[in-house]
């Protein structure tokens, strides 16, 4: 059986407004404020947890659930 890949985090970009809530509780810093404009999420580092969906005050943080794989 193939091993199922992570949940990882998407921001809406056009509804972000760059305020750095999600950024002070992130525990492995996968997201940054790209140009003052909006956050933008670390694919390579994010697990997926979810921190930073529940303190995002504008709610434009979704956690999406990877590609699932079938057994053989």
Partial sequence: MKILSKSVARVQQSSCVACGCCLKVCPRQALNIWKGSYAVVDQGLC???????????????????????RPP
């Fill in 47 to 69: 697990v997926g947890c979810g921190k930073c969906a529940n303190e995002c005050p504008a709610s434009v943080i979704d956690i999406l659930p990877g590609p699932r794989l």
